[in-house]
């Protein structure tokens, strides 16, 4: 199975859309939309299944992919904030609530650096839960 990149993106007119880039060399591309990235991301798997029964009814091989979703900053934010509150992301990533704010509702778009910052911490912080073990 191939692991395939699926960019979760944020429109200008607050949308979301799920697309698979051209470079994964597949016979075959899936995208989806929403009014949120989790309606994207549930459109893009409907379309896939779809596209695997399209394969399968006309008899063809269909690869299957393992989807990695990449999101832009704002969609990541909008996506987990309701997960995450900006005030736990703050103490996270070390970027205040109110640019952390900007980004989510698309006023600013973070800096090269500051969004390897985010992802850095996020990374790590996602290692740091790993090693937890409940009793």
Known sequence: MKNVRIFIERASDG???AYMP???RLDYGVCGTGSSAEEAIA???AAYQGMKEHYEAKGKDFEEINMLFSYDVSS???YYSSKLSLAGLEKIT???QGQL???VTGRRNPSAKT???IEA???NFAKDLSQVHLV
Do not use: E, N, P
């Open 15 to 17: 949308t979301y859309s």
């Open 22 to 24: 051209d470079d994964d």
């Open 43 to 45: 459109d893009i798997k």
């Open 76 to 78: 990541f934010l909008a």
């Open 94 to 96: 070390g970027v205040a």
């Open 101 to 103: 704010s900007h980004y």
């Open 115 to 117: 969004r390897a910052k």
């Open 121 to 123: 911490a996020l990374h």
